[in-house]
Nanobody, 124 residues
């Protein structure tokens, strides 16, 4: 089970930190990622982090603004979001990908477990 939190309303240029706590799985065996989705659109890959946290992968729209990290002792993955823009408004989801091959995938269908989503709204 993945439980995401930390969303909310923020002004453009502001920051938010999302957290996602995992339970019921061996956390360090999973690559972890963040996606977002707007109504009527496909789920969009944002970032992923490898099992031990040594490697990360970012989508171009968030590179340099968002930072993914994980704490395996707390079974938690984070997404620090800075310099937020109105177009970052969406529901944000965390995801877990079993440790076979690559820790990351841009395709949401290749992730095994999903959190429930947390709303992020950026006002301009």
């Amino acid at each position: 089970q993945l439980q995401a939190c930390g969303g909310g309303l923020v002004q453009a240029g502001g920051s938010l930190r999302l957290s996602c706590a995992a339970s019921g799985l061996t956390f360090s065996n999973y690559g972890m990622g963040w996606f977002r989705q707007c109504p009527g659109q496909e789920r969009e890959f944002l970032a992923a982090i490898s099992w031990g946290g040594g490697s990360t992968d970012y989508a171009d729209p968030v590179k340099g603004r968002f930072t993914i990290s994980r704490d395996n002792a707390k079974n938690t993955v984070y997404l620090q979001m800075n310099s937020l823009k109105a177009e970052d408004t969406a529901v944000y989801f965390c995801a877990a990908r079993r440790g076979v091959g690559s820790y990351s995938s841009r395709s949401y269908s290749l992730w095994n477990y999903w959190g429930q989503g947390t709303q992020v709204t950026v006002s301009s």
